[in-house]
């Protein structure tokens, strides 16, 4: 058995903000190659738990929406460093949630109002159940992982820059590292967003979000310098999820991001004809389970964008 991890350093789940910004003061201090322990709130902010309702999603304020945990304070960390974030152990709590939140999302303009829609998952045994014979394999990561922002001024953590921030990147699990510039003393470290499972893109906009224990040792390397994030995944990329065929749609054209939403718009129906989901469950499926790929980008004026799923997630 692996001896635990031993951390002094310590993260609550109420040190925390809603913005980058290098005047946030430290709510830690640690030495470069030291381990802190953070406990993130879920991406709601708390606004929801294990027993919300759909009342409770329309209620929930975007504004309070992807908090960050810190800032953690390293020293010895200069503008011009990098800082290598080492990820030890990530620990989800016993539920999370996934939803279609109204003006939000890939296909936001396919699901208005009428279609929100929460969906309360229970977290068990590496896997959540989506439905009778499909369930989710758990791969938990951060989708928020910054340092302070190279600007002053509040910046929102709902998009990325090149600081890092939210970028809801799923191969970030236990035994990943990244890199990350520094730009103020310190680097001012933040991170939270806890997500049990994640498809590339997180297209209907939310994953399976849940509140997460996360160990991490931060180190200031400065025989590195960068432009922005980096990273080294633990192994092969989905290994647990890669073991049967995926079945993949495409869309083309000289948009990406057209592309990206014709590719999701015939995931959506071939879910619907193949599998009886509903329009909305089969979104959600998408932005939990499936990846978008860029599968060609060099014959112009067309670059053609794949949904890939993976079918060993159709099982008893």
């Known amino acids: 058995m692996a001896a635990p991890i031993r951390t002094i350093h310590h993260v609550a789940r109420d040190q925390c903000h809603l913005a980058w910004d290098r005047s946030i003061p430290p709510v830690v201090t640690i030495d470069s190659g030291e381990v802190v322990t953070i406990d993130a709130v879920d991406a709601s902010g708390g606004q929801l738990g294990p027993g919300s309702t759909l009342a409770d999603l329309r209620a929930m304020k975007l504004t309070l929406c992807d908090p960050v945990q810190g800032p953690v304070f390293v020293r010895g960390a200069m503008p011009g460093d990098t800082l290598q974030i080492d990820v030890l152990e990530l620990t989800t709590a016993d539920w999370g949630w996934t939803a279609i ?16 829609t929460l969906k309360i998952w229970r977290l068990e045994g590496g896997f959540a159940r989506f439905a009778d014979g499909i369930v989710i394999p758990l791969e938990p990561f951060c989708g928020e992982i910054g340092v302070a922002p190279p600007w002053e001024g509040a910046t929102s953590t709902i998009p990325p820059g090149p600081h890092g921030g939210n970028i809801d990147t799923r191969h970030l699990t236990v035994g990943s590292t990244v890199y990350l510039p520094v730009f103020a003393p310190g680097a001012l470290f933040s991170m939270g967003d806890g997500h049990a499972a994640q498809g590339d893109g997180e297209v209907c906009g939310t994953a399976i979000e849940t509140p997460m224990r996360i160990t991490v040792r931060l180190t200031v390397r400065k025989d590195l310098a960068i432009p922005e994030l980096q990273f080294r995944t633990a192994g092969p990329l989905a290994s647990r999820t890669n073991t049967a ?12 991001m057209a592309s990206s939403r014709t590719a999701i718009r015939a995931m959506i129906v071939h879910l619907q004809r193949t599998y009886g989901l509903s329009r909305t469950d089969a979104y959600m499926l998408c932005s939990v389970a499936a990846d978008l790929k860029i599968n060609e980008i060099v014959d112009a004026p067309n670059w053609i964008v794949g949904a890939y799923l993976p079918t060993s997630i159709f099982a008893p």
């Open 245 to 256: 065929p995926y079945y993949a749609t495409t869309g083309h054209g000289p948009d990406l």
């Open 101 to 116: 939140i109204p003006g939000f999302g890939l296909l936001a303009e396919d699901f208005p109002e009428a279609d929100a």
